[in-house]
């Protein structure tokens, strides 16, 4: 691994960095506390490249590398990780299955919308109430007919499946039962005013609550067998490889996150004055910010790891689960951290380090549990050891 990175990945890294200097953080407390999707700050985002930044060029995307964009996706979200969410769930989830699987028409059309067309986003609907970590209980159901697939069940917590500018989703839905008795699982695009799909109210959450997620309900819901996305049935491998690179990419997410923290400690341990001195003077302090930097430079490594792996076309799904453990763990832990070293100001909704404390714990879940990643490094471990 090659930690000289090329002109092109730096470009990207500090394009985001200074639009989420500039137009993202200053707008972030508000953005929060109004529930408020950022419309105009997606707009620009996608202006500049960043919402097509791994989709090839001749799709309208940027053509970007999958490093570059951990890179500009950790800048954006230690802005505010609402935006870097729906980033994130937009690139990762929504535009990547159809680069990956999609036939050339569909790439055509949909990444067109959505990339070329410009200011769209595309969402992934895998999670229901009995399937997420256990995709295969997935209950959501679709049967052809007359050449059409006739969808049937419910999909929650789907991120940008809501918005104004939302131009469908896809869905991992049953479409029969293989030989071996388990169920057949197919991706399904299904675009946004398909009759028979509607959606329900945005959650009211703990963190990213600039961000979108919502129920999606699909009733008697109809759409022609070409929009399928890959092969009948291979919906669940399709998922799982989607889901490697996603947990890359969160990596990123919380790794922005934790230095946002460790910005906003160090700024306090210079400036807050205790017994005559500045407390960043203290060992008790200077202990808790060096162990948050050692922490964040390891997650952010682990990252760029699994995201340059991911680039070589090597196998990396060990490493993506590795990182998205760690650097949501290493995020959580910094945010904790950052409100000790505040003391009672971090403790109030006016401090940023309050809401970097409620919005980490979200990273832990998504793009899988700490708990399942753990069993994927652990059986990866068990089955081919632990050699690099």
Request: net charge negative; with cysteine.
């Amino acid at each position: 691994m090659n930690l000289d990175f090329t002109a092109e990945q730096l470009r990207w890294r500090d394009l985001a960095r200074e639009f989420a200097r500039e137009e993202v953080a200053p707008q972030a407390a508000r953005l929060d506390r109004e529930q408020r999707f950022p419309y105009d700050i997606v707009a620009r985002m996608a202006d500049l490249g960043l919402m097509g930044l791994t989709v090839p060029k001749e799709y309208g995307g940027s053509g970007g590398d999958f490093v570059g964009y951990c890179m500009a996706l950790e800048e954006v979200s230690r802005a505010d990780t609402s935006v870097g969410i729906t980033m994130e769930a937009h690139v990762s989830l929504g535009c990547a299955p159809f680069v990956a699987y999609g036939t050339e028409e569909q790439k055509e059309r949909y990444l067109g919308e959505v990339i070329r067309g410009g200011r769209r986003l595309w969402a992934f609907g895998l999670t229901e109430e009995e399937a997420g970590t256990d995709a295969a209980g997935t209950r959501t159901t679709a049967r052809l007919e007359d050449g059409r697939w006739v969808i049937n069940g419910s999909k929650k917590w789907i991120t940008n499946s809501g918005t104004d500018i939302t131009a469908g989703v896809t869905i991992i839905a049953r479409t029969g039962e293989r030989e071996d008795g388990r169920p057949e699982l197919t991706a399904i695009i299904v675009p946004q005013d398909t009759p028979g799909y509607t959606r329900g109210p945005g959650y009211e959450k703990t963190g990213w609550r600039a961000s979108d997620q919502r129920p999606l309900y699909f009733e008697d819901c109809r759409v022609p067998a070409e929009n399928t996305l890959g092969e009948r049935g291979r919906g669940f491998r399709q998922f799982l490889a989607t889901l490697d690179g996603g947990r890359v990419a969160v990596g990123a997410l919380s790794v922005g996150l934790a230095q946002a923290c460790l910005d906003e400690a160090l700024r306090r341990a210079k400036e807050r004055r205790q017994f005559g001195r500045a407390i960043g003077e203290f060992q008790a302090i200077q202990f808790k910010l060096a162990d948050m930097a050692m922490e964040i430079e390891l997650a952010r490594n682990m990252v760029l790891k699994a995201a340059w792996l991911k680039d070589m076309g090597r196998p990396f799904s060990r490493e993506a689960s590795m990182a998205k453990v760690f650097a949501s763990e290493t995020a959580k832990r910094a945010a904790d951290q950052a409100v000790q070293i505040w003391g009672g100001e971090g403790f109030m909704e006016t401090n940023a380090v309050a809401r970097y404390w409620r919005q980490v714990k979200i990273n832990e879940i998504g793009e899988g549990t700490s708990e399942i990643n753990r069993q994927i490094i652990a059986r990866s471990l068990l089955s081919e050891g632990a050699s690099p």
